[in-house]
């Protein structure tokens, strides 16, 4: 063998290893779903979907991926941005494809392996399933599986992702949907001021006005806000005057159960300093507005729930002034910087 052919040969080798060592191939590391110690058990059985790295990473990019949409232009993220609890700041109800205006205020995106029911009337009763409803409406994404996974499948990146997060590789619905319920399970926001304060970190403390204000919001509010997740994962009427064009009947729509007319669901409260405009069509801009609601503003529409109701008939729920100042003062705490900072959950 001349030099030439030797050189060759050993150069075609070198190409041959690295081509093997390049092929993307199943090997999972776990990655955990935090369970901080002030909150309540998971809700989303693991066992399922264990998060691994690359599933997670997987989950990220489709997240943030506009291919999901029919123009290719509108990803989850374009409702959900981090730095406002991965809401759709600025928008009372949410644009989709083409400028198509939706029915409803996008909801933060936190905490959901707490969770075992999404949206605001409950609709999906499982966290892989939630995807489904905004890719399939003409007004938010209006695309279908069998178009957004011929649309991955043409990606090499998305063909090498795929066999990396998941045992049988495949771009599928169903491998699609785990993957973003992976991301999505990571994202635990639970290291607010408050949580500090109760867990008894970093020597953290609340003022005078923020302690007034929790003890105001556990005498006033904490029935529907409850535990710290700040919700008790129910649907209430909260006579809220109905919107003539919208007529949104809420958990209605779901079950077409009389008992849920105009039902909701109780929001948490986590981030909500920065989770503005407020309820399900987002018609309060401010916090102040939303408790001068609850204040004075309530109607009887006809279903309201009891636990609204005062001893003297009349709905709402009585508060003074400096109630309403300490009560935002407490909100404020729950605010978690370090989640909404995380660069683990940010597009680039």
């Not at 997670?56 to 489709?62: P, R, T």
């Not at 936190?110 to 995807?131: E, I, K, T, V």
């Not at 981030?271 to 801009?285: A, C, I, K, L, Q």
Request: with cysteine; charged share 20%; proline share 5%.
């Amino acid at each position: 063998m001349n030099k030439v052919n030797y050189v060759f040969v050993i150069l075609v080798l070198v190409l041959s290893c690295t081509e093997r060592n390049d092929v993307p191939t199943y090997q999972p590391v776990a990655m955990e779903v935090p369970q901080p110690s002030n909150f309540p058990s998971i809700e989303y059985n693991l066992e399922n979907n264990p998060v691994t790295e690359d599933g997670f990473q997987l989950g990220k990019d489709l997240f943030y991926e506009g291919r999901l949409s029919s123009n290719n232009a509108i990803p989850c993220a374009f409702c959900h941005e981090q730095a406002f609890a991965f809401t759709h700041h600025g928008h009372n109800l949410s644009h989709g494809v083409d400028g198509a205006i939706g029915m409803r205020n996008s909801q933060p995106i936190q905490n959901l392996a707490f969770h075992n029911s999404f949206m605001w009337d409950g609709a999906a009763s499982h966290l892989d399933l939630q995807p489904i409803i905004p890719i399939h409406s003409e007004v938010e994404m209006n695309d279908n599986f069998p178009n957004i996974i011929q649309k991955l499948k043409a990606d090499p990146y998305y063909r090498d992702q795929f066999v990396r997060a998941f045992e049988d590789g495949e771009i599928n619905s169903e491998n699609i949907l785990k993957a973003l319920s992976q991301f999505m399970l990571v994202m635990v926001s639970s290291n607010s001021k408050y949580d500090k304060y109760v867990r008894g970190e970093d020597n953290v403390t609340l003022s005078q006005i923020e302690l007034d204000g929790l003890d105001t919001f556990q005498n006033k509010c904490a029935s529907c806000h409850a535990t710290d997740m700040f919700t008790d994962h129910s649907f209430k009427n909260n006579g809220l005057p109905v919107n003539p064009q919208l007529d949104d009947k809420g958990r209605f729509n779901v079950l077409e159960n009389p008992d849920d007319l105009y039902k909701f669901r109780v929001p948490s409260l986590r981030n909500v300093e920065f989770s503005f405009p407020y309820m399900h069509d987002g018609r309060f801009t401010t916090l102040e507005a939303v408790l001068n609601f609850y204040d004075t503003g309530m109607v009887d529409n006809g279903n309201v729930d009891p636990v609204f109701m005062r001893e003297d008939g009349t709905l709402g729920i009585t508060l003074s002034d400096y109630e309403k100042q300490s009560l935002i003062a407490f909100l404020k705490t729950l605010t978690d910087y370090e989640f909404l900072e995380d660069e683990r959950f940010a597009e680039f």
